[in-house]
């Protein structure tokens, strides 16, 4: 709020002038009220311009028109007193100065000031003060009137508001953590205590056996290696392929008939989440078996790990020991195949090699017999040889008898001997040509004969390359035969247990609450996405 200034106030006092000093002590007048003007701007700057905090300032009636009589005075237009007064200081005019108080009471025709002779300033009295603030017009309160008022100031109106608002904000605030604390309770709090009071007063105590065991392969007695040899890669199969085996439905089988898996299972001192019902299926109780008997291989030390699970401890070490003897079994099993069908291959290898060595022997012998020449090659050289001196002789003859006709009269005698030479090497290099051409076993030519000769040769030469290479796998899968490729060794026997290893109570209870928690909260984004959607 603005304080009015707490200053002396004055009378403007008239007369009419006389004398010529009129002038000059109205003149003198202005200048001292110009002087008010600045020293009271200096020490009162102007107030707030914002309409909200003017009408906080609870400005009286007699303040706001005068605002706007000084507003009217000064060319503005204000629709409201309040506005007057945000004008006026927008332009830099304080209605409540001294000196605009001053200019607009000299400057209306209804004020109260009375005509002196002196023509100055003085200072005014109390009691001409309370008559000039009761000429004006004005608002005075009602001094009878001792009851509290029922008018609220905007101020305190906004801030009554605001704290209702604050006071409905914390109910809603406080009635939705109740719900939502309720819902917590009933879908998440509840279901965990029942899981935790399952796990610590109800569920049987299960017992664990664990085990390790490992799959070795022979070093001895073997004639070929590999890149993996004598690491836990070289018998990476049959590892895994003695896991998969012993979580089959088929060692479940049998470890029923020789150990009375479902029996056991079925007993009435079993909990009845993890008891069998009498009389159950295979398939009831493979699933009994996967959650009871777990069998995990580490592939870098090439150890299988087994943990065998059931209600006595006695009745876990039987179970493990008799599922390590049936992988022992298929193990040994595995290899005696590997090793029987090794043999078998490399015999079948080597009859193929001793059927192929021998056709190609009699095919060499056929065509050397068919064509009667053991060395068509040197055959075919010696032919090639005097061809070749042949039409050495004929090119001569030809030079011979071209020189002879350059000649203006040629030696007619001799042209006919060179001409008759050059018939016979003629008829000598086609009799050379048609020998090499000529069939000699009836279909075939001489240079025929010797190509499929020579491809005899090469296969007989392969055929008696596979057939070694095969006597040697053959002496390979034999030794291989003789001794034990692959066994299992047990690296940790089982032992049974003193004390109970399931269920993890505190373990399991805090799954439970997690799980419950996390379904809850997928559950609640759900819907409130939905919700959003719905609504947008």
């Known amino acids: 709020m603005t304080t009015k200034p707490k200053a002396r106030k004055y009378r403007i006092q008239r007369r009419a002038p006389s004398n010529g000093e009129a002038p000059e002590a109205q003149a003198a007048a202005e200048e001292a009220a110009a002087a008010d003007v600045a020293t009271d701007q200096a020490e009162n700057p102007l107030g707030p311009t914002d309409l909200e905090e ?171 290696s590999s890149f993996f040899s004598g690491t836990q890669f070289a018998t990476n199969q049959d590892a895994i392929a003695v896991q998969s085996y012993l979580q089959s439905k088929d060692a479940m089988l049998r470890l029923d008939r020789d150990e009375g898996f479902k029996s056991h299972f079925s007993d009435e001192s079993i909990d009845p989440i993890q008891r069998l019902e009498e009389d159950p299926s295979n398939e009831q109780a493979y699933k009994v078996y996967k959650r009871n008997i777990e069998i995990g291989y580490d592939p870098t030390e090439g150890v299988i790990r087994m943990e065998v699970i059931a209600a006595d401890p006695v009745v876990s070490a039987r179970f493990s020991k008799a599922l390590i003897a049936y992988a022992e079994e298929r193990v040994d099993n595995l290899s005696l195949r590997k090793r029987s069908n090794a043999v078998e291959e490399a015999e079948k290898a080597v009859e193929s090699a001793q059927t192929e060595r021998r056709e190609a022997q009699e095919r060499l012998v056929r065509l050397q017999n068919e064509g009667q020449v053991l060395d068509p090659e040197g055959r075919i050289a010696a032919l090639r040889g005097q061809i070749n001196n042949v039409e050495v002789q004929l090119q001569e003859k030809r030079l011979e008898l071209q020189a002879l006709l350059d000649n203006a009269r040629p030696n007619r005698s001799r042209v006919d001997g060179v001409e008759s030479d050059i018939r016979r090497l003629d008829a000598l290099l086609g009799d050379l040509n048609a020998q090499m051409t000529q069939t000699v076993s009836g279909e075939n030519s001489l240079a025929e004969l010797a190509v499929q000769i020579q491809l005899a040769q090469a296969d007989l030469a392969a055929a008696n390359e596979v057939m070694q290479s095969a006597f040697v796998t053959l002496e390979t899968s034999r030794r291989d035969a003789n001794s034990q490729a692959r066994y299992l060794t047990t690296s940790v026997e089982p032992v049974a247990s003193e004390d109970p290893s399931y269920p993890r109570k505190f373990e399991n209870t805090a799954l439970a609450f997690l799980m419950f928690g996390g379904l809850y909260l997928m559950i609640a984004l759900t819907a409130s996405i939905l919700r959003e959607q719905i609504t947008a």
């Open 54 to 224: 003017i009408q906080q300032e609870g400005l009286t009636g007699r303040q706001l028109r005068m605002a706007r009589r000084l507003a009217q005075k000064h060319g503005l237009a204000p629709q409201t007193d309040i506005d007057a007064v945000r004008m006026l200081r927008l332009k830099g005019i304080d209605p409540f100065s001294r000196v605009n108080t001053l200019a607009l009471v000299m400057a209306g025709p209804e004020t109260s000031q009375e005509e002196t002779g002196t023509g100055v300033a003085v200072p005014q009295t109390d009691e001409d003060e309370t008559e000039a603030r009761v000429q004006l017009p004005q608002t005075m309160p009602d001094k009878r009137t001792t009851l509290p008022s029922t008018e609220v100031s905007p101020a305190e109106r906004r801030a009554r508001e605001i704290v209702k608002i604050q006071r409905d904000l914390a109910k809603r605030r406080r009635r939705r953590t109740a719900l939502l604390l309720t819902r917590l309770a009933f879908f998440v709090l509840l279901p965990t205590l029942l899981v935790g009071y399952y796990f610590y007063s109800i569920a049987t105590p299960m017992y664990s056996t664990k085990s390790e065991f490992l799959i070795l392969k022979s070093d001895g007695g073997g004639g070929g």
